[in-house]
């Protein structure tokens, strides 16, 4: 019997890295390369062996940054999100009121976007969270997920071959 997917969250800076192929510089030297870091859990998404979940609200944040309108073509960009591997999470009152609830308890000072892809990542009882973002990676082991167990929150796993974004979408089409 095949082993079962393993249940990724991202949020939209995970998205972005990807998208843009991000490297950014280190206080210490040198760089982190965050599109490759996604790129290799996307790869497994296409082996079948991730399931990367998402909140329906992704859709539009990803599209938030000048380079990302300018740079990539739209149909593209949309016909990614459509692959088996992407599970999109609805933002419904259920989601909401967790969110909201996250908000009020006063969790590293949330805005209502990360509060959004917390909650949607509590409720779907994901494995993990994929973030880059330090405020939500504090968080990390905190949150009780719906089944009870604490959710983990860290950066994208490295490892695999790396593809761009746009020619994963292009691969999946053919």
């Not at 999109?88 to 209502?112: C, F, Q, W």
């Amino acid at each position: 019997m095949a082993a079962s997917p393993k249940r990724v969250y991202w949020d939209a800076c995970a998205w972005i890295a990807l998208i843009q192929d991000e490297k950014i510089p280190l206080a210490t030297g040198g760089s982190e390369h965050r599109g490759a870091l996604c790129r290799a859990v996307v790869d497994q998404g296409g082996k079948n062996k991730v399931e990367i979940f998402t909140s329906a609200f992704c859709l539009i944040e990803v599209c938030k940054t000048r380079e990302i309108k300018a740079d990539y073509d739209t149909d593209k960009l949309a016909a990614f999100f459509e692959n088996d591997y992407i599970v999109v999470v609805n933002i419904d009152r259920h989601t909401g009121e967790h969110g909201r609830a996250l908000m009020l308890a006063g969790y590293s000072k949330l805005k209502p976007a990360d509060a959004s892809h917390l909650a949607a990542a509590l409720v779907s009882n994901v494995d993990e969270m994929h973030t880059f973002d330090v405020r939500l990676l504090a968080l990390d082991g905190k949150l009780d997920k719906l089944d009870g167990t604490k959710l983990k929150i860290c950066k994208p796993s490295e490892g695999g071959p790396a593809l761009p974004l746009l020619e994963i979408a292009v691969l999946e089409e053919g």
